[in-house]
């Protein structure tokens, strides 16, 4: 399988290509702790009862906010139904902005080409600031690029 980019959209990062993956057979896992995140982990995701995920909790304080998020989500279906509309939102609200900063850029591009192609027919830089907004030193910098 090619990986051809990792992107971190949060983070606003691109990440390498060396990706490492961990397979963990739940059924499997020791009873005594290890003392990794991994083990944390598995121990985790495979606990049954509370009193497990408050010993995990307990031994790694880290755990015991998961443990609370965990006990959030699953109260009750009101608090469910909430949690995934907040989670909608904020994915709804993330597109928002990269759809509106990709249409910024393609509406600056063409302001761009109509200053290039005013300047092309000879209009003056005060003409294409005016029309285009754009500023002098904007306009001048455009105006360089054609000669």
């Known amino acids: 399988m ?4 990792l992107y971190g959209h949060e983070a606003g990062v691109e990440f390498s290509d060396l990706v490492e993956v961990h397979t963990v057979e739940l ?5 005594d702790a290890d003392g990794t995140m991994l083990y944390d982990w598995a121990q985790f995701i495979a606990a049954e009862t509370e009193e497990e995920l408050d010993m995990i909790a307990e031994r ?5 906010r998961a443990v609370i998020k965990l006990r959030e989500m ?3 279906q009101k608090a469910r ?5 907040r989670l909608k939102e904020k994915r709804d609200i993330s597109m928002a902005k990269r759809d509106a900063k990709r249409e910024g850029k393609k ?3 063409e302001q761009s080409i109509n200053a290039i192609n005013m300047l092309k027919d000879g209009k003056s830089i005060e003409e294409v600031m005016g029309v285009t907004g754009f500023s002098r030193s904007e306009v001048e910098s455009l105006k360089q690029t054609l000669t």
Do not use: Q, V, Y
Request: aromatic share 8%; charged share 35%.
């Open 81 to 85: 139904d909430l949690f995934e509309r």
């Open 107 to 109: 509406e600056g591009m």
């Open 60 to 64: 790694n304080p880290e755990f015991g």
């Open 27 to 31: 059924k499997k896992l020791p009873k």
């Open 74 to 76: 699953s109260a009750d």
């Open 2 to 5: 090619t990986i051809n980019s």
